[in-house]
Every structure is written in structure tokens, then in C-alpha cells.
């Protein structure tokens, strides 16, 4: 099925769930030493996972994510602002009131918790604003996949 035109009248922005167990994850994922670069990691081969992380590979089959990244974000870095070839399924892990995530130039904090369906089709990139000065070290950590899916 193509998805072109099924996001049209979908607001680019969706809480999908709210009661998302951050800390399991981050449990999961320490106990693989992920967070010890800032590389992303990719925990997904398309559709199969690379890692054992019984809870997280749960969410990401539920949420019907593929080619599903950790991805890092150091203070004061942001990515190019770019459009994706299909949407995105957010899960802040780690991030603070300096972290954003810019959509057609509306910029929003995702909180840590929940779970995010954004429309990355749109103009889209995301920053940490964190001063180096007070936080160093602090990193933005979310995992990102794709979807074809409305959630």
C-alpha cells in the first residue's frame, strides 16, 4: 500500500503512547554499551533486529518501526534541515529543555516517556542546545525509525 497520501489531513506531530518504560530501554541498551559513542547505532537490519533487547525490539515491532537507529546528538550540534522519504517514530531516551525538534520551523521539546508519530516528509531537524559550559557531556539520545504506518 502506498502511504503518499495517507498522512494529508494528519497533524505532522503525534503523541502515539504515553507510558513508554524509558528505563528499560536504557537498561537494555547500557548492558550493550551503546551509549558509550556518539555514533548512532542501528538496532534494526530493515525489519530484523541486529541486538537482544526483549522490551525495546517489542516497541519497535508494536510501533511497526524499520531501519531503527539510537541516534546522538552532542551540545550544540543540530542536523541539516532536510525532508525524509517516509515518516518517523521518536523515542526521546535522553534529552533536556535545551533539546528540540524543528518541523516547518515550529520547534517543540519531546519529552522523555513517550513516543512520538512525526511527518519527517516535511521539513524537519532537530538540535541541542545545551551549553557546553554547564553540560559538557550531556548528549540528546532518541531512537528513530521509520514507519509506513499511521499509528
Not at 528505563?23 to 551509549?35: A, G, K, P
Amino acid at each position: 500500500m502506498s502511504y503518499s497520501n495517507l498522512y494529508e489531513d494528519r497533524n505532522p506531530y503525534t503523541v502515539i503512547d504515553d507510558e513508554v518504560n524509558v528505563e528499560r530501554i536504557i537498561e537494555e541498551l547500557t548492558n550493550h554499551s551503546f551509549f558509550n559513542s556518539e555514533e548512532h547505532v542501528h538496532l534494526q537490519t530493515r525489519y530484523e533486529p541486529n541486538h537482544d533487547l526483549k522490551y525495546t525490539n517489542t516497541l519497535l515491532k508494536k510501533y511497526k518501526m524499520y531501519s531503527t537507529r539510537m541516534m546522538c546528538l552532542t551540545p550544540t550540534r543540530c542536523y541539516s534541515y532536510h525532508v525524509d522519504s517516509s515518516p518517523r517514530v521518536h523515542i526521546p531516551l535522553i534529552t533536556n529543555e535545551m533539546c528540540f525538534f524543528i518541523l516547518e520551523k515550529q520547534m517543540f521539546n519531546l519529552p522523555v516517556g513517550k513516543s512520538y508519530w512525526i511527518d519527517t516528509r516535511k521539513g524537519h531537524t532537530a538540535l541541542n542546545g545545551s551549553n557546553p559550559r554547564r553540560q559538557p557531556d550531556f548528549k540528546r539520545w532518541h531512537l528513530v525509525g521509520m514507519t509506513d504506518e499511521i499509528l
